[in-house]
Each structure stands twice: as C-alpha cells, then as structure tokens.
C-alpha cells in the first residue's frame, strides 16, 4: 500500500507541474515551432542535442522528424549530434568533453539551420558552447530549458527561443520536456503539412 501511495503522489505531482508549465510555455513552444518551420521551409535543418535523459529526448526528437510523427509525410532533415559515439568520444578525447556538440555545429551547421540543445539546468557546458557555435554560424536556437535557466538563458538572443520549464525535480522537467516535443512535432506537421487538423 506504501509504494502505491507512493505512485500516486507522483502522478499527482506531475499533472500540477504539467498543468502550471503549460499555462507558462505555451506561447514559447508555438514561437518555436515557428522558428523550426521557418528554418524547414527555407532549406535548413535541425541539430538537437542534450545529456543523459536529455540526449534520448533529443534523439526522440531527431527519430520523429526524420520517420514520421502520427501520420505519413516526407521525411524532415533533423540530425541529433549525441548519436555519433566515435566523433563524440573523439572530440572528448583529442580536445575536451565540452566541445563534443560545438564542433559538430561547426562542422554541420548553416545560417538556415536552427540549433535545438535539450537540458534540465541550462548549465551544461557543452550546450553553452554549442549555442556559442551556433551563432558564430548565424543559426538561430531553441533551448528547450529547465529551472532557472541558467547560463544558456544568458547566452539566447531576440531571435531564439528559450523554454525553461520550472519544476521541483529533473524528473518532472523531463516529462514536461517530452510534452512539449510533442507538442512542437503536431504543430511542424500541421503547418507545414497540413495534417492532423
């Protein structure tokens, strides 16, 4: 009985984090499907990256753009740079760990393109860097964020988008996070190709 109270104190706790989180970023996660879609639309594509539970969710994403979200449609151009183990571990190795994203960006990245880095804290350095990347490259940049934001909230200019989700835990950060992945995979699918309405 303990562990089933457990459980539900969980679930409870998530549905208020969803439901205060949705009221903040909705606004933010439509501003950056925009952006997405204004980069798709002109020959550009999406580099996603992100740590841990963060790097799933990016690769997550990467895996809807390219198949499909809910319904057929061409393929999207979305790489998630946490996948390639001989570049990441090859950069950690030959330069430092917290170069592993920006130097793909740097290799990979154009003006058309838009960086999406996926993190918890926003303090990561190797998503600091890469954003630092990106606009060297004059890319524009979604964070999808958490806490306060930290130092990549400093880091976004006007023209990118930062998500920061406010929540007691990492755990229930990255559950809002995969919401909003969600949310900005309908919303690419529907404006650009007019399905799920």
């Given amino acids: 009985m303990e562990s089933s109270h457990r459980v539900l104190e969980i ?10 989180a949705s009221k903040q970023i909705a606004l933010l996660t439509a501003e950056a499907a925009e952006l997405m879609i204004e980069s798709l639309l002109s020959g550009g594509k999406l580099l996603v990256c992100g740590n841990g539970g963060s790097a799933a969710d990016a690769q997550h994403f990467s895996a809807e753009m390219l198949n499909r ?8 151009p979305a790489i998630a740079l946490t996948t390639d183990s001989s570049t990441m571990t090859a950069i950690a190795n030959d330069y430092d760990f917290k170069d592993v994203f920006a130097k793909q960006v740097s290799a990979l990245g154009q003006p058309k393109d838009v960086l999406f880095v996926i993190t918890t804290s ?14 060297e490259k004059q890319m524009r940049c979604v964070g999808l964020n958490g806490k306060t934001g930290g130092k990549l909230s400093k880091l976004f200019t006007s023209s990118d988008v930062d998500i920061v989700v406010q929540g ?11 919401i909003v992945i969600h949310c900005l995979c309908d919303l690419i699918d529907q404006h650009l190709l007019g399905i799920n309405e």
């Fill in 11 to 20: 679930f409870e706790e998530s549905v208020e984090v969803i439901s205060t």
């Fill in 69 to 76: 979200y809910e319904k057929e449609r061409p393929s999207l």
């Fill in 122 to 135: 926003g303090n990561s350095e190797n998503l600091v860097q890469a954003v630092i990347t990106a606009h």
């Fill in 168 to 178: 007691p835990s990492t755990a229930r950060i990255q559950e809002v996070h995969a």
